[in-house]
């Protein structure tokens, strides 16, 4: 057991991280939201009320762990004058956890961090085992928001001739998910013995990851003149059952001005995946606009990347040693299957928000 003196000098150091909380901010934030939605004339608006429930889960998030951190402190204090060794040490790994995730919260303060997101993976160079690793890196993605309980839906998927994807869009919901996942953005690289090759050779292959915030064209009007807009229309992929593939229900939409293209497969009606389609051009069209504004100039850059090869963030090595290594952060571990099959991707995403604010 340790001493008093130490004891006090742990208790401080631990307390100090509630100081840099801004708990009564919190507190403060929670009774004006709370008002708000007691208010009759918030209910004539049913986006606004949604987005006011979704701050104020947050918010009461935020109370709750730092009231579950300052109780544990304080069960820490009783464990220590009965001198329950076994306790105290139990105790005592709760909250080295509990303060490693307040400290990560601190992390989570851009403008659009609670939002959800939309995550776009696209083939890059390297042909069928392009779109093989794509479609690795959209089952990754999946088996990350099992893992952390995050909803998704598949939102569209062009797959490739001999296999994989070309291109896939996931729309993702859950607490601070574009928060997390905005570190994704970018080229991912992969080499490997070829599944494809006959000759069993080593090859590199590369995939584009585009995250955007979510429900962006509500913070911006966006103004559509359909003149601007082709459509094309299509047999849907993948789930739905027999009616959806054997009718015209997808959907391909081009903004002529700005080249942006959207799919949307995963209704069952065509009615229904245009109104989609038109929602998520929206959303895009509205990110571009509010990149323009300085302030959220470095919040959104990563949210548009140019597809260009050898600017990789993240190398997948599976041949001919096993290495999953993040260039930006440095963060690499040799359990490949760990990232890549189990979704794994946190201690990468939190390796890289903290080497930011070195």
């Not at 009783?78 to 004058?81: E, Q």
């Not at 590199?204 to 995939?207: K, N, P, R, V």
């Given at each position: 057991m340790i001493t008093q003196h130490e004891f006090k000098e742990y208790l401080e150091d631990k307390n100090?991280?509630?100081?840099?909380?801004?708990?009564d901010s919190y507190v403060l934030e929670r009774s004006v939201i709370q008002k708000e939605l007691e208010s009759e004339a918030i209910w004539s608006n049913p986006h606004q009320a949604g987005k006011l429930n979704q701050q104020l889960g947050i918010v009461q998030g935020k109370i709750e762990l730092i009231d579950k951190y300052r109780s544990l402190l304080d069960d820490l204090q009783?464990?220590?004058?009965l001198a329950d060794e076994a306790e105290f040490e139990n105790i005592n790994q709760k909250i080295l956890r509990?303060?490693?995730h307040l400290q990560n919260q601190n992390f989570l303060n851009g403008k659009f961090d609670s939002h959800n997101c939309i995550l776009s993976i696209h083939a890059g160079a390297g042909g069928v085992d392009a779109m093989d690793f794509a479609a690795m890196?959209?089952?990754?993605?999946?088996?990350?928001?099992?893992?952390?309980?995050?909803d998704y839906e598949v939102i569209s998927?062009?797959?490739g001739e001999e296999g994989g994807v070309k291109s896939l869009s996931l729309e993702i919901s859950g607490k601070y998910v574009y928060g997390y996942l905005k570190e994704e953005v970018g080229v991912h690289r992969l080499v490997r013995i070829s599944p494809f090759n006959s000759g069993k050779t080593r090859e590199?292959?590369?995939?584009l990851v585009e995250v955007i915030p979510a429900d962006l064209e509500n913070e911006i009007v966006i103004d559509l003149d359909e003149k601007c807009i082709r459509w094309d229309f299509y047999q849907a992929s993948g789930k739905g059952g027999?009616?959806?593939?054997?009718t015209y229900s997808a959907v391909r939409l081009v903004h002529i001005p700005t080249n942006i293209t959207v799919t949307c497969q995963n209704e069952?009606?065509?009615?229904q995946n245009k109104a989609q389609a038109m929602k998520y051009l929206k959303n895009k069209l509205a990110a571009l606009e509010l990149k323009k504004q300085k302030d959220l100039e470095n919040e959104l850059k990563g949210a548009f990347v140019s597809a260009e090869w050898g600017s990789q963030i993240r190398n997948y090595v599976l041949h001919p040693y096993r290495l999953v290594k993040d260039v930006r952060s440095g963060w690499e571990t040799n359990d490949t299957n760990r990232i890549l099959e189990e979704g794994d991707l946190m201690p990468i995403i939190w390796s890289l928000k903290k080497s930011k604010k070195l």
């Open positions: 100090g991280l509630l100081n840099s909380l801004n708990y009783v464990a220590f004058d509990s303060y490693e890196l959209a089952s990754m993605y999946q088996a990350f928001c099992k893992r952390e309980d995050f998927i062009s797959p590199t292959s590369f995939a027999q009616s959806v593939n054997t069952r009606s065509q009615v």
